[in-house]
């Protein structure tokens, strides 16, 4: 130590001369607090955006999000109308719940004081107790490519177009089970999709299964109910995905195919048996009678066979699946997996008696007497006609035939060159089983692409495959020459009308553009109807129909006691989801009816 | 002559004690004869609560481990986790990191020269040091959204890219600084009485810092050079220019010179970072957080925090959530065995100077 | 002097002044909030301004502030500190953890709701609150103590013996008097 | 390449391999040497490391619960600063009745790894001086790191729940609610938490 | 009769200047420290504040007569130092009670205060205060030795030993003591910090060891009264140093003036100066001060 350490003892005090300096102190509460822009504050979310399905609540470790009911928020499909609550007792600002929020509705923002002496105060709702400043101050947010959802769903392998049409071979690929876990890891498993199936199929369930390598539990959650999920897996009309909570930035998870994928995984009838095991209650001795063996009747007839009821299933044709057999064309739905279906039903005890027309081989009234119970799921079987001149003439013919035809295994002539008229799936599937049969196809809709009730996968891959589309074009003629034999189909060029009502814009002639087209074959595809003639009249009187449906009440039970009816003959969807729906709702509402 | 023995609790309310502690003192006059030291103050149980939470809110919980320091943890936590998963982090997340980290290391020296020179009655030092270390939290609060508790280093990378005008005010910020550790050193390092204070006091000679474990920058004060940054190194440090400081003595007095050291080299590694921090993708997304599950295995991963090397032991047993994370900070080997062994004979007045200088923080010990 | 209420007013009017503008903290660092009082205390955001400084024992405390979790070793700590505190005295809750747990709230050594065991005046929120928020909740204990609200020490000695209930379900081996006031 | 790299983690190995009976043993990567032993072998082990292999850093040592094994692994952590490698020593013992050598004469912060082990896991440590309290006090319970204690549980006998939070809806229910779907209970385990 | 009646009143209204004038110097100080250390710092009011508060805090302990005592045997070897001090040179109301000797008086009972403290420390049992007041007393003999020193110099030096005699003999000279016998006041200054207890030698109540050392189980009115003793002492010896080496004062803004400079050594250093141990602020006091008092001794002896 040195004897005296004047600088030591000096150079400190240079630290004196601050006092000159202007201090640094923040002013608050004078001045207005500060955070910076990314700053995680207090909660806001936009209540408008939000969906309800409680993602934030489940990542938060802390529990510190709740979902509460909100008046004003009732819900609909997509949204639970739930909307999260903040327990500021709980919060730890980690943000982890703005991360994961698939819509970006719940952000941070800047405010971040609150201070108060009831500790009650602290449980308070994002949006709504912080209305008037919440939705300026957001600071921290998560934008699609922050953000932890995958918003991009794994991508399914088709053959090429011109792959696809050499055959009838399936057009999808199908996941494998990599790029199966991978998609099911993106659901995040809040189950708005439910409420908009049908069916109400256990989706997060089963996507979770998946997710957790667990494909039997998959299959056995899918069974409990849909008995022919395969079919779902490869043609249903997913609602689901409409609604997934992934839409509002980027793709719904592939719902659809992951069903198919875990359904895929059984092979066969005997495996799926194995794998499902489902428990078959001990036979109760009622008898249950079903008219039609499409989607709706073989699911009565499932789960009424696990039930314990007699179940036997009349169908006309020689081939169970109704629509989805004959309507749906092999390259989307092989006749080997619907058979694989059935056959499975068919092991736990379902009887289907094929080739049996009811009103024609068995009498209606004989079937409705001898049983407890009768479910029909008779589908549209006539195909609506286009109502223009010409219509009868040789080469003019309708979808639903066409398709019946070339499933049933037989084939039709319908030249090099062929008009498709329609704009629903129907139509692309006529449109595409005709371009596989070597035709070059056209296909005529009155509206625009994007009206098309079609699923868009389906035109993409009709366009794929070298369908042409023609929107906006009204049919007004098939013309035909001398022999009977359609040469051409005239039509008309349609402006689009803004419906006053406020519905989608309604097509226009625009007059004096009318074409000709040279066709060798025209093809109606815009609808079908029932046809009832297998009731007798006298009970006719006691059913009502309206608009050519059965009416039905929420059990499926139309206004006779003991018949209920499902599927496209019963609902106005119309889809394969649907009819299963009905079925299953029908078990319950029989089971209840008769096990009183 | 026996002198009668006092029995003196340090804590855990006392305002010498850093952090929430207590160190249970016998005292001869001025002089402790024995020291024990109790912890537990602040046990939460990370660990058991880990095993609780998935592997991404785990990740929001490491950083409480430390509380002046917490991105050490999370860097480990993201290296361990990316250890055992095999995920690549990207080039620029990496640079970012290690800027986070050096940032972290300024304002915790920062803090501890409040600390230290608390310990030893300059409080202008602290009112000084930990003002100006609001400049650096306010480059956190940019960066990351937090003051405090940033949950910024993420398993995969970073979680948010560099604001827009950052890197002008963060070169700003380290001028600043670099400018105001003048003032610093005339005020505390060339104070007599300061120096008078910590020379000779708490020395830690070189056998005992190997036998006794003791990391960071008191070990590199008893002329050690180790430093996980050269040893094992992380991130980009192999591609930064800095140096690891050794100084003979192992008192106070060399530990504050290594610290006044590093914290202008942590000046300069910022620097580095910015400088050489490449463009392109900062964040290796992870899956779903609900459904992440990593494959079964274990891994240790070390950094170097300001205070000594932090180390992770985690093992995965292929589940959505950790099977054990094991923690291990610095104070774990500074503050109990060590410390209590340090403070016989010493004077009560060094008490808390020693343990300031060995940067001692109960909640990585009980955590 | 006089009894009455104009008088008393009067004296409860400078009392409330005086209590109001020289705030003695306890230097009692319970949890992670404690990280933020030190840059409330120095010069950035200089907490001093409200006449509010450390104090190292908690016989000239005014203020004990539960800076987060406090773990069950703590807890008997603190509330020995704060019976040894001096009325009146005020507790101030930083973060969420001392509303209802906060993070810890399933950690088997940290309680989850303070006011179950002390009287808390103020809750500031955050996690952990910023010095800005910490200084906000300064000013509504002043506005509390203006008003003669935070009379936290008066509600704990009106309903000693639901608090002594809970804290000694918590503290098992309790070896300190029952209350020292 | 890495081959070449991995030179002086094998040599380290093949020490080890030669000397002591190896339950098991590898080099994971660069940097990492892994060695299973039985509980007997761990201080002849670690003497070998630390005066012959220069092993002189105890970097760490933990313990993790395999409750599925009825098992506690043992793990220590070695760092050798010359040749900058890490060796993990891992031992198993019995959940039950575990009996581990004490170390802390080799490395003394040994000593508070093994004092915590102790308290959380209820491992005893052959000859271990300190407090038997480290970090908890008047524990009465379960040692609290034992996988099958279950601290949610205990936090809700023991602390107390902010009221208020009674109407809060799980989505997946109120969504099944308004739509009559029926779970069954084997899937209920998929639904989200 | 009326001599005695002016007597009282002026001891009372010496009482409250000093206590007004120590308070604000606290409050200045406090402010000034704080801009040194780059903040804004509470009000100059802010002490009276603080007393005001901790008069009206609740008081429930109790360790026996000698807590009790303490503070009040404080404040009152406070105001009786201060009654023997002159504040102002002639002026009568502020002469107070000075009689010849009266340094010596003052010598021993400014220690008396600090005693009266022990004392309460020690019956409180707190160990912190018992090793504050131990600190508190090795310290005391440090500053003591430098600051009797330069007292005697000054007596022998001459030939006086009452504070208004060294007045007279600077305002006779014209010269301030400080520079007719510099050593004396060089260490009379060096001890000045230790008397004043703020860095480097407030180890006695030094917190980060200490808690608040002798005063650690004082609180409220106790404190309080503490407080104003403190800031009257505060004032009696700033005051005292003036009247010994700075001519004292004519009028009270000269007073002011003086002091203020005087106090504001002390509370400067101690803004930018670490704490030294006990034994090394005895070391500090035994050396340079000391020797200063030595020279000064023997330059007065000769």
């Given amino acids: 130590m040195a004897f005296f350490d004047l600088k030591g003892l000096l150079s400190p005090v240079t630290g004196l001369k601050q006092f000159g300096k202007k201090p640094h102190t923040i002013m608050f509460p004078d001045v207005a607090e500060h955070a910076s822009d990314r700053y995680r504050g207090l909660h806001f979310n936009k209540l408008e955006d939000c969906i309800g399905c409680g993602n934030c609540s489940t990542i938060c470790m802390n529990e510190a999000i709740d979902m509460i009911q909100i008046a004003g928020y009732e819900g609909k499909k997509g949204d639970s109308g739930l909307r999260p609550r903040v327990d500021n007792g709980r919060c730890c600002w980690c943000a982890l719940c703005v991360e994961v929020c698939p819509t970006g509705s719940l952000n941070l923002t800047k405010d971040y004081i609150f201070v108060t002496p009831d500790a009650n105060d602290f449980l308070w709702t994002p949006g709504i107790d912080n209305k008037e400043k919440g939705e300026e101050n957001i600071s921290f947010y998560s934008d699609k490519e922050t953000s932890l959802s995958d918003y991009s769903r794994v991508p399914m392998r088709e053959l090429d177009g011109d792959v696809r049409i050499q055959s009838f071979a399936e057009a999808v690929l199908g996941y494998n089970e990599e790029e199966a876990r991978k998609e099911a890891s993106r659901c995040i498993s809040c189950g708005l999709c439910t409420e908009s199936c049908p069916d109400h199929m256990h989706i997060p369930e089963y996507i979770n299964a998946i997710a957790r390598e667990n494909d039997e539990d998959a299959l056995r959650i899918i069974y409990d109910n849909n008995p022919l999920p395969e079919m779902c897996g490869k043609v249903c009309t997913r609602r689901c995905e409409d609604v997934c909570a992934m839409t509002h930035r980027g793709d719904a998870i592939a719902i659809r195919w992951l069903k198919r994928y875990a359904t895929e995984t059984a092979k066969n009838a005997e495996i799926i048996k194995e794998i499902v095991n489902p428990e078959i209650k001990e036979a109760n001795g009622k008898k249950i009678s079903i008219i039609g063996a499409g989607p709706s009747g073989l699911t009565a007839g499932y789960y009424l066979a696990l039930r314990g009821f007699d179940v036997t299933i009349y169908e006309a044709k020689a081939k169970a699946g109704g629509m989805t057999f004959y309507g749906i064309p092999k390259y989307r739905l092989p006749a080997e997996s619907l058979e694989k279906q059935v056959g499975y039903m068919q092991s736990i005890g379902v009887k289907i008696n094929f080739n049996t027309r009811v009103g024609k081989d068995i009498d209606f009234k004989e079937i409705y007497n001898n049983s407890d119970a009768v479910f029909m799921g008779v589908g549209f079987e006539k195909p609506w006609t286009l109502g223009i001149t010409g219509e009868d003439l040789n080469g003019s013919l309708q979808a639903v035939t066409y398709l019946d035809v070339i499933n049933g295994g037989g084939d039709m002539e319908i030249g090099d060159k062929v008009a498709v008229i329609g704009g629903g799936n129907v139509a692309i599937d006529a449109a595409r089983v005709a371009r596989r049969k070597g035709a070059d196809v056209t296909i005529v809709y009155r509206r625009r692409v994007e009206d098309m009730p079609a699923d868009w996968e389906e035109i993409e891959g009709a366009e794929d495959e070298g369908v042409h589309i023609m929107p906006q074009g009204i049919p007004i003629e098939v013309i035909g020459d001398k022999n009977g034999k359609v040469t051409g189909l005239k039509f008309a060029r349609a402006e689009m009308i803004p419906d006053p009502d406020g519905g989608r814009p309604r097509p226009k002639q625009i007059e004096g553009s009318e074409e000709i087209m040279e066709v060798t074959s025209v093809i109606g595809a815009i609808g079908q109807e029932g046809d009832y003639s297998f009731i007798p009249d006298d009970m006719k009187n006691q059913i009502k129909i309206e608009r050519g449906r059965f009416v039905v009440d929420e059990n499926k039970q139309t206004t006779l006691p003991k018949l209920f009816a499902g599927g496209d003959s019963a609902n106005r969807t119309a889809d394969a989801i649907s009819a299963i729906a009905d079925g299953f709702r029908a078990v319950k509402a029989i089971e209840k009816m008769l096990m009183k | 002559m026996r002198e009668k023995t006092t029995t003196l609790y340090l804590g855990p309310q006392h305002p010498g004690i850093t952090g929430n502690m207590m160190v249970k003192l016998q005292v001869q006059g001025d002089t402790v004869v024995k020291a024990e030291t109790h912890v537990g103050y602040l046990h939460r149980g990370f660990e058991k609560l880990m095993e609780r939470r998935n592997w991404l809110q785990s990740f929001t919980i490491v950083c409480r481990i430390c509380v002046p320091e917490p991105d050490p943890n999370e860097e480990n936590y993201s290296r361990a986790v990316e250890e055992i998963e095999g995920r690549e982090v990207p080039e620029r997340a990496k640079y970012i990191r290690v800027m986070t980290l050096e940032l972290a290391r300024i304002a915790t020296y920062l803090l501890w020269y409040g600390g230290q020179s608390g310990s030893a009655g300059l409080y202008t030092m602290g009112q000084w040091s930990v003002g100006d270390r609001n400049y650096i939290l306010d480059l956190f609060e940019d960066l990351t959204g937090g003051r405090i508790y940033h949950m910024y280093i993420w398993p995969g990378g970073v979680r948010r890219d560099l604001p827009k005008g950052f890197k002008d005010k963060a070169l700003r910020t380290m001028d600043y600084i670099e400018k105001r550790l003048d003032d610093y050193d005339k005020l505390l390092f060339e104070n007599s009485i300061f120096q008078k204070r910590a020379k000779g006091v708490g020395i830690i000679d070189k056998k005992k810092a190997v036998e006794w474990g003791v990391v960071g920058p008191p070990l590199r004060g008893c002329g050690i050079k180790s430093d996980v940054r050269i040893d094992d190194p992380y991130e980009v440090y192999d591609k930064l220019d800095f140096e690891v400081p050794a100084m003979e003595g192992g008192d106070v007095w060399t530990r504050a010179l290594i610290r006044r050291f590093e914290i202008r080299q942590s000046i300069n590694l910022v620097r580095q970072a910015l400088d050489k921090m490449p463009g392109g993708e900062y964040y290796n997304k992870i899956p779903n957080p609900h459904k992440w599950t990593i494959p079964a295995g274990d891994a240790f991963v070390k950094t170097e925090s300001a205070r000594g090397e932090f180390g992770y032991y985690m093992v995965s047993d292929g589940g959505n959530k950790p099977r054990r994370v094991h923690v291990k900070g610095p104070a774990y080997v500074h503050g109990v065995s060590l410390l209590e062994n340090l403070l016989e004979g010493e004077n009560i007045a060094d008490v808390s100077f020693i343990m300031n200088s060995l940067g001692t923080c109960p909640p990585e010990i009980e955590r | 002097m006089y009894n009455d209420k104009e008088s008393q007013k009067i004296v409860d009017i400078i009392q409330n002044y005086a209590r109001k503008h020289s705030l003695f903290i306890l230097a009692y660092g319970t949890g992670c909030g404690a990280i933020e009082i030190p840059p409330t205390m120095t010069s950035r955001y200089d907490a001093e301004r409200f006449g509010i400084r450390g104090s190292a024992t908690p016989r000239q405390a005014d203020v004990l502030l539960i800076t987060g979790y406090l773990a069950t070793k703590s807890l008997k700590r603190v509330i020995k500190v704060y019976e040894q505190m001096q009325d009146p005295k005020y507790v101030i809750g930083f973060g969420s953890c001392t509303i209802n747990g906060g993070m810890y709230w399933d950690s088997y050594n940290t309680i989850n709701v303070l006011d179950k065991y002390l009287p808390v005046d103020v809750y500031i929120n955050g996690c952990m609150p910023r010095p800005e928020a910490v200084i906000a909740g300064f000013v509504k204990l002043q506005k509390l103590i203006q008003q003669g609200k935070a009379d936290g020490w008066d509600i704990y000695k009106k309903n000693i013996d639901e608090y002594k209930a809970n804290q000694k379900k918590i503290i098992t081996n309790w070896v300190m008097p029952d209350f020292n006031f | ?193 | 009769m009326e001599g005695i009646g002016y007597k009282i009143l002026g001891a009372v209204l010496t009482t409250i200047l000093a206590f007004v004038v120590g308070m604000f110097y606290g409050g200045f100080s406090r402010k000034i420290i704080a801009r040194i250390q780059n903040r804004v710092g509470p009000p100059v009011w802010q002490n009276f504040l603080d007393v005001l508060k901790l008069l009206f805090k609740k008081t429930s302990v109790r360790y026996g007569l000698m807590h009790h005592f303490a503070p009040l045997w404080m404040i009152t070897m406070s105001i009786t130092t201060l009654m023997f001090v002159p504040v102002l040179n002639d002026g009568l109301f502020f002469s107070n009670l000075n009689f010849s000797g009266d340094i010596i008086f003052l010598l021993y009972i400014m220690v008396f205060g600090s005693l009266g403290m022990a004392l309460g420390a020690g019956s409180t049992g707190n160990p912190n205060s018992a090793i504050g007041v131990s600190r508190g007393l090795t310290q005391m003999v440090g500053f003591e030795i430098p600051w009797v020193m330069a007292l005697v110099a000054l007596m022998i030096q001459y030939k006086t030993t009452s504070v208004t005699g060294l007045m007279e003999v600077q305002s006779q000279s014209g010269t301030w003591l400080m520079f007719s016998s510099p050593f004396a006041f060089i260490a009379a200054l060096l001890a000045m910090p230790g008397m004043f207890r703020y860095s480097p030698f407030d180890i006695v109540g030094a917190p980060a060891e200490l808690a608040s050392g002798p005063i650690s189980e004082f609180g409220g009115k106790y404190l309080s009264t503490m407080m104003t003793s403190g800031s009257i002492f505060a004032f009696v010896k700033l005051t005292l140093y003036v009247d010994l080496f700075m001519g004292g004062a004519s009028n009270l803004i000269v007073l002011v003036l003086k002091t203020f400079t005087l106090y504001m050594y002390p509370v400067l250093w101690g803004a930018v100066s670490a704490r030294f141990r006990t034994e090394q602020s005895v070391r500090y006091f035994w050396g340079w001060p000391t020797f200063f008092g030595f020279i000064a001794l023997i330059y007065a002896a000769f």
């Fill in chain 4, 1 to 193: 390449m890495s081959e070449n790299k991995l030179n002086k983690e094998q040599l380290l190995l093949d020490l080890l391999k030669k000397k002591f009976i190896l339950n098991e043993s590898a080099v994971r990567r660069a940097k990492r040497v892994e060695v299973k032993v039985d509980p007997k072998e761990i201080i002849p082990v670690l003497l070998y490391a630390k005066e012959n292999s220069r092993y002189i850093s105890f970097a760490h040592m933990s313990c993790v619960d395999w409750i599925e094994d009825g098992e506690f692994e043992v793990v220590y952590i070695l760092w050798n600063p010359e040749d900058k490698i890490n060796l993990f020593v891992k031992t198993r013992i019995s959940r039950d009745n575990g009996v581990l050598p004490n170390i802390d004469f080799i490395w003394r912060q040994a000593n508070t790894y093994e004092r915590e082990i102790r308290e959380m896991f209820g491992i005893q440590f052959e000859g271990l001086v300190g407090r038997q309290e480290f970090i908890l006090e008047d524990w009465e319970h379960m040692p609290p790191m034992r996988r099958d204690f279950d601290t949610a549980e205990f936090v809700k006998k023991t602390y107390f729940k902010r009221p208020g939070r009674e109407d809060a809806k799980d989505v997946r229910e109120f969504v099944q609610e308004r739509t009559d779907e029926e779970l069954p209970d084997f899937a209920k385990k998929y639904s989200r938490d």
